[in-house]
């Protein structure tokens, strides 16, 4: 079980390392317990971790 996100909205304190934090929390997660939000990521950001 992964611990989801509560950011709403609001922009991320680091956009260069945003996607890197996301794969690196979600990348073999099964059951998220909460919100899993993937806002501010690049128009090309590989999501295959998701699956």
């Not at 260069?16 to 934090?21: D, L, P, V, W």
């Amino acid at each position: 079980v992964c611990t989801g996100t509560d950011m709403k909205l609001l922009r991320p304190s680091s956009p260069e390392s945003h996607y890197e934090t996301l794969r690196h929390l979600y990348q073999g997660c099964q059951v998220v317990q909460g919100n899993l939000e993937l806002t501010y990521l690049p128009a090309d950001a590989d999501t295959a971790f998701l699956k």
